[in-house]
């Protein structure tokens, strides 16, 4: 399938063989073209997707390679945070999902979704968060925006029903938003490695 695929797009693959380069045994035990991978940031001179597996334990994580047609499927963050979506969850009632709904009961000037262990627990209906699981979210900022403009996103996730972390993610990379507006600066992840940035959108470059 033709489609154009970001950090944090949850796909799925045609075959186990699609996986390159994992060296993991525990991938060959636990993984099946069933449950998705996570596209993350780096580049490959071949062309190839980088991803990420994950299993059920925080240490399983493993890191490779698939190719573009192997592709089948595909869920981005953004897909998960369709509020009639997450009232049909079966975790509906774990606080990660509760303020993810709470959040899409309301009008943002941007888009975003769900990332981590709740995007993949509602992408998969696998239950790998529970009462004390973090809320991982993405906003997509393609133009500037100023700190004061998150003032509003930032209330709602301040003493929520759990701990709550946002990527900010512009064309050049995404900062964790939280230090960002706390420090006036912050690390830039970008497919060729972090950088610290006081502008997100790396306009003093």
């Not at 944090?8 to 699609?18: G, K, N, P, V, Y």
């Not at 991803?51 to 897909?79: F, L």
């Not at 993405?138 to 701990?163: V, Y």
Request: with cysteine.
């Amino acid at each position: 399938m033709t489609t154009t695929l970001r950090p944090h797009d949850l796909i799925w693959l045609a075959s186990r063989e699609a996986l390159e380069g994992i060296t993991d045994d525990w991938v060959a035990t636990l993984w099946h073209t069933g449950l998705p991978v996570v596209v993350r940031r780096d580049v490959d001179d071949e062309g190839r997707i980088p991803v990420g597996i994950r299993g059920m334990r925080r240490d399983q994580r493993a890191a490779g390679w698939v190719r573009p047609e192997q592709v089948t499927r595909v869920v981005s963050p953004e897909d998960l945070s369709d509020p009639q979506s997450l009232l049909r969850s079966p975790f509906i009632s774990q606080p990660p999902v509760q303020l993810a709904l709470m959040l899409a009961q309301q009008t943002w000037p941007w888009r975003w979704g769900v990332t981590g262990s709740t995007g993949y627990a509602l992408a998969t209906g696998i239950p790998v968060i529970h009462a004390a699981s973090d809320l991982d979210l993405l906003i997509r900022a393609p133009q500037p925006l100023s700190p004061g403009e998150f003032t509003r996103w930032q209330q709602q996730l301040n003493g929520a029903l759990c701990r709550a972390d946002t990527q900010l993610e512009t064309p050049q990379g995404a900062v964790a938003l939280a230090e960002w507006l706390r420090d006036g600066k912050a690390l830039l992840k970008t497919h060729r490695g972090p950088r610290l940035v006081s502008d997100p959108w790396d306009r003093e470059a």
